[in-house]
C-alpha cells in the first residue's frame, strides 16, 4: 500500500461512509506525467508577415469553450512556430486523415527553421478566409483560430483561440448533406502512436436513449 | 467564391509569392463552431466535503503543458461538478476503455442531482494518493488534478490545473514492464460519437525514422 495521507482513521471512515474503497495493490503510482490519452493530432499552420508559411502538429490541443467556439493549443517556446502565432496572433488547426498522417508526424519533428514543410510533404496552401495564415487544402477541415490569451505554463505557453470559421471539403458531404467527418480517416494520437478511428461504440446519449422500435419490421411483419 | 478581404489584387500577389492557391469552390464556409475531432472523452471525479462524490463526462479536455504536466478540463457553469470543482479545486481525470463507454456516456448525459452516478453505473470509487475526489477503479488510468486557474470563455470555463501524480492499473503491464495503454481498448469522441482506437498507423517519429534492417532475415538470408 502506497503511503497515503488519506490512511487515518478519520478519513477511511468517511471514505467508507462515502463508498469509498481502499485502493487495491493492484494500483501502480507514478510520478505526474503526460497521460490523458487519446488526444487529437492537428497540423496547425501559420504566417508571418511575408514569410513562406509554416506548419507544427500539435497534439496538446482541444476545444475548450462550445459558444463562443474557443480552442487551445500548446506550443514549446523554443519551436519556430512559437514566435510567428505569438507575433501574428492567428493560426488555423487543420484536421489529419490516414493519408496526411506522415505529413503530420513530420511536420512533427522537423524544423520550418530548415524546410519549407508545405513544398516538402506536398501540401498545398490555400488561402484562409478570415486570417492571413493560409489553411492546407488536403484537410478534411480547416478551423481558423485568433488568440486571445497566452498562458505560460512551463515547457509549453497555452495559446487560447476563438475560433472564426470552419472550412470543410464539400467533397465529404452525404446525399443527406451531412458532413461524414467520422468516415474520412481521422487520426488520434495516443501515448506515443497514431491510429485511425475504429469500431464505433455509440453516439452520445446512447445509454439513456430509448430504443426506437424498427419500423419497417412493424409494418411488414414476418413473411 | 466566398467574399474573401485578401481578394484584391496585392493580397492574390502576396499568396501567389507564397505558393498559397486560392480557395477552391469545393471548400464549404461554416460558421465558427466546434470542429476539432477527434477528442478525448474521459469521466472526471470530484467530491466537496463529505458529500457524496460525482462524476462528470468531459470531452473538452486535453494535455496542455509536458513539465511540469499540465491538463485542462472546460465544464458548463449550470453543471453539478462546476461548483464542486471550483470549490474543491481538485479533480480526477479517469481514461475510458471500451467497458466504460455506456457509464461514460450515462455520467455525461445524466446530473449528479438526480442520480448517484457511481451507484447508478456500478463504479468503484477509490482513494486517490493526492487529492480528496476519489478515483475510478474501473479505469486504466486516474490523474489526480490541483486547479490552479480558471478562465471564463462563456458556456464553459476552463479548469487549468497540474497534475499530481498518476495511477495506472498494474493488471495492464506486459512482461517487459510497460504500460499497454493503447491495448486497454482506450476511447475516443469525434463529432458525436465514441470510437474505440483502431488500426495503428505509426509511432511518433516515423516519418523521419531510418528504417532498421530486419535482423533475422539478414542473418538467415532467403531459404
Known amino acids: 500500500m502506497a503511503n497515503n495521507k488519506f490512511l487515518n482513521k478519520k478519513d477511511l471512515a468517511k471514505n467508507k461512509e462515502k463508498n469509498v474503497e481502499k485502493t487495491s495493490d493492484e494500483r501502480l503510482y507514478w510520478r505526474a506525467g503526460n497521460m490523458l490519452y487519446p488526444l487529437p493530432v492537428v497540423m496547425v499552420s501559420a504566417v508571418r508577415g511575408d514569410e513562406k508559411p509554416n506548419i507544427i502538429t500539435v497534439a496538446w490541443a482541444g476545444t475548450v469553450c462550445s459558444d463562443p467556439a474557443y480552442v487551445s493549443i500548446s506550443v514549446r517556446k523554443e519551436r519556430f512556430s512559437y514566435d510567428i502565432i505569438k507575433e501574428s496572433k492567428e493560426f488555423v488547426i487543420n484536421l489529419v486523415t490516414k493519408e496526411l498522417v506522415r505529413a503530420t508526424d513530420f511536420c512533427g519533428v522537423r524544423s520550418g527553421r530548415d524546410v519549407d514543410k508545405f513544398k516538402e510533404m506536398h501540401l498545398t496552401a490555400i488561402e484562409s478566409k478570415y486570417v492571413k495564415a493560409p489553411s492546407i487544402k488536403e484537410s478534411p477541415v480547416n478551423i481558423e483560430c485568433k488568440v486571445e490569451k497566452i498562458i505560460p505554463l ?18 465529404r458531404m452525404d446525399e443527406k448533406g451531412r458532413f461524414e467527418l467520422n468516415k474520412s480517416g481521422l487520426v488520434t494520437y495516443s501515448h506515443g502512436e497514431y491510429f485511425e478511428l475504429g469500431k464505433k461504440l455509440g453516439k452520445f446519449g446512447f445509454s439513456v436513449s430509448k430504443k426506437k422500435p424498427n419500423r419497417k419490421k412493424q409494418k411488414g411483419g414476418k413473411k
Open 154 to 171: 512551463g515547457t509549453h505557453d497555452m495559446f487560447i483561440a476563438k475560433v472564426l470559421g470552419v472550412t470543410v471539403d464539400g467533397k
